[in-house]
């Protein structure tokens, strides 16, 4: 069974780093066409993709918040982590990771993570 | 890196059908034959319904069926149920720069 899990906090400062991990089950980061993407969504809002690495560790961002993105993976883990630089209160929203494998879409989804930006 | 237009609202009465629009450009919608789907219902993590412009994943119901015309996709959803009603949003590869778009999501309501 394929399943994906974010984790991290639940509350950031404004101007604060928030790191992401997704742990991943039911398959390997190492496998061709298999990637993950990060996938947000404020409340009431539309989805928003942010970022997505590859199986070859090749990374692509959204080009509007390319500067305050990294991604990365430890396979070894099965865990992908995603940084935000310079949190702000627009950034608040229920943060996905999902993959995307051979159906060429993102064909699971995590359950999800809120994250609120506030002083 | 703008998003795909939908229309916020479609709604039908259960057993009609409903078609939803996803206007891209020719950057994304119209230059790729990689348009999804996802259904999300309040609360819940979106669903895969639809890949590759018109292909089902296993497990889908074949009343929900994609297309696509130049620069706009479609999802249609016949025999309306009451478990349709939902979020949907649609999304396409935009290139190796951009690589996904989502669309602005269109809520559907089961009458």
């Known amino acids: 069974q394929v399943t994906l899990k974010e984790s991290g906090p639940v509350l950031v400062k404004p101007t604060e780093t928030l790191t992401l991990t997704c742990t991943v089950s039911?398959?390997?980061?190492?496998?061709?066409?298999?990637?993950v993407s990060w996938i947000r969504q404020p409340p009431g809002k539309a989805l928003e993709w942010l970022a997505h690495?590859?199986?070859?560790?090749?990374?692509s961002y959204s080009t509007s918040l390319k500067s305050r993105l990294t991604i990365s993976k430890d396979t070894s883990k099965s865990q992908v982590v995603l940084t935000m630089t310079n949190m702000d209160p627009v950034d608040t929203a229920t943060y996905y990771c999902?993959?995307?494998?051979?159906?060429?879409?993102?064909?699971?989804w995590g359950q999800g993570t809120m994250v609120t930006v506030s002083s | 890196q703008s998003a795909l237009t939908q229309p916020p609202s479609a709604s039908g009465s259960p057993g009609q059908s409903v078609t939803i629009s996803c206007t891209g450009t020719?950057?994304?919608?119209?230059?790729?034959?990689?348009v999804s789907w996802y259904q999300q219902h309040p609360g819940k993590a979106p669903k895969l319904m639809i890949y590759?412009?018109?292909k089902r994943p296993s497990g889908v119901p074949d009343r929900f069926s994609g297309s696509k015309s130049g620069n706009t996709a479609s999802l249609t959803v016949s025999g309306l149920q009451a478990e349709d009603e939902a979020d949907y949003y649609c999304?396409?590869?935009?290139?190796?720069?951009?690589?996904?778009?989502f669309g602005t999501g269109t809520k559907v309501t089961v009458l």
């Open positions: 999902a993959r995307m494998g051979y159906l060429s879409a993102f064909d699971i």
């Open positions: 039911g398959f390997s980061l190492s496998n061709a066409r298999m990637g």
């Open positions: 690495i590859f199986s070859n560790d090749e990374k």
């Open positions: 999304s396409s590869y935009a290139g190796s720069n951009n690589f996904y778009v």
């Open positions: 020719s950057s994304d919608v119209g230059g790729y034959n990689y």
């Open positions: 590759e412009v018109s």
